[in-house]
């Protein structure tokens, strides 16, 4: 359990502008951030990035090495992808799973590294329903068929809260009944017990994107006519049960977030109002925050796409459901990610693609907002590092072409 910093920013008044104390001129997005007993060295964040690249849900050191350089590069907290809470309900036959006791030494392994490099470990717990039994995206996507699938890999059937396919060509999958439900439940609270024996701080939720917890929340997917279905109470009914029993498991000194599409693409789906509603829910539950992410539903989007294009919803849940958020989509730049705090849309920023260009994206931030501070970086690098500026500062730029560009002493 990281506890690096005091408490700056209370959880319950997340719907507060977050401002900077007068005497401290740290920007907001490198800020601590305490949620629970947990603290954040800063509000940047990797956010969970399937990488399809096991064998039966054991991380080994592709992860290590993958979630491991954003620690060494200075991010608050690493989120672990998309983790199957049981087998069927991975994405592809390469997800991350949770769903035995096997998969906790790796996870541990991780966990470990991440606290000693000063970030905080989180880990993503889903459940792909329609969309499971999946091609790699590499390997084309789609799902897995008898004439596509790799050796060994052979398709599985797939749940979801009605019988509606997650897209043209793909198969029909089972509705689960209400007593299937509780088996599910029962995975993600399982699961929930091991990221807590494997050393996790925070666990998120993965209730957006198409998968099965947005598939009971979206009219799209969710045909119901029991109590699991119809009106947005009785959408939102599964869901949040998986999340009381979750947190019902999840220590008290442990923030817990849930993933949420703030959207669906289409206007025929998910409105932000409904998502609004259901965060309101997610605080009454001690839910510490949402990360506000969008579509995974119906294959289109139509609205606006863009820089920062889904941090309006994250203010807009922040300042009408009171509950801190985490923004996400296409944040690329350091002054993007400080406006974007520094003005109370959200209390952290998460970070996937221009993470993984940039595993280093904190410490270069860091450096870039506070006029070249080097303290962020591993005690490995920066000392060297900032000795090595100040002798570039007083070169000048490499003008080129020459390779060597030398002065005589003085
Ligand atoms: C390679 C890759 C894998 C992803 N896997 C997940 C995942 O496991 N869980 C999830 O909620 N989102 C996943 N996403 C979505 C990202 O977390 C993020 O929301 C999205 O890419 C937008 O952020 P960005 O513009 O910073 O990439 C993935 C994105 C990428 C690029």
Aim: with cysteine.
């Amino acid at each position: 359990m990281l506890r690096l910093g005091r408490l700056l920013f209370r959880s319950e008044d997340p719907g507060g502008r977050v401002r900077s104390p007068p005497f401290v001129s740290t920007p907001a997005v490198l800020q601590p951030l305490t949620l629970r007993d947990v603290t954040l060295r800063n509000r940047l964040i990797v956010a969970p990035m399937c990488q399809y690249s096991v064998t039966d849900g054991l991380v080994g050191d592709y992860h290590l090495v993958h979630l491991g350089r954003f620690a060494l590069g200075g991010f608050g907290l690493v989120v672990v992808e998309a983790t199957g809470v049981t087998a069927d309900g991975r994405i592809s036959h390469g997800d991350v799973g949770l769903w035995s006791d096997e998969h906790i030494p790796g996870l541990a392994r991780i966990a470990d590294f991440l606290h000693a490099e000063g970030a905080a470990a989180g880990i993503q717990l889903a459940h792909a329903g329609a969309k499971a039994s999946s091609r790699r995206p590499w390997d084309g996507g789609g799902p897995v068929t008898a004439e596509n699938a790799r050796p060994g890999e052979a398709p599985w059937p797939t749940v979801s809260a009605s019988d509606v396919p997650a897209g043209p060509g793909w198969p029909a999958p089972h509705a689960l009944t209400v007593d299937e439900l509780a088996d599910v439940r029962d995975a993600f609270v399982a699961a929930t017990r091991r990221a807590l024996t494997a050393g996790f701080d925070v666990v998120e939720l993965h209730a957006a994107h198409g998968y099965l917890l947005h598939q009971f929340l979206s009219p799209l997917s969710n045909r119901r006519s029991d109590e699991y279905g119809g009106s947005l109470e009785g959408r939102m009914r599964f869901p949040l049960e998986v999340v009381d029993a979750v947190r019902a498991v999840w220590p008290a000194d442990r923030p817990l977030l849930v993933r949420v599409s703030a959207v669906d693409g289409s206007g025929e789906g998910i409105t932000i109002e409904d998502t609004v509603a259901f965060a309101r829910e997610l605080k009454a539950r001690d839910v510490d925050a949402v990360d506000v992410s969008g579509g995974g539903i119906g294959g289109s989007w139509e609205h606006p796409l863009g820089y920062g294009y889904q941090v309006p919803y994250a203010a807009r849940i922040r300042a009408e459901a009171g509950i801190a958020t985490m923004a996400v989509g296409l944040i690329v730049d350091a002054r993007q990610a400080e406006a974007i705090v520094a003005d109370g849309s959200a209390d952290l920023v998460a970070l996937a693609r221009e993470a993984q260009d940039d595993p280093n994206f904190a410490v270069h931030a860091a450096r870039e907002l506070t006029e070249g501070s080097y303290e962020l970086y591993p005690v490995q690098a920066g000392p060297r590092l900032a000795g090595r500026g100040k002798l570039l500062g007083s070169l000048g730029p490499w003008t080129g072409p020459d390779p060597v560009q030398v002065r005589k002493p003085a």
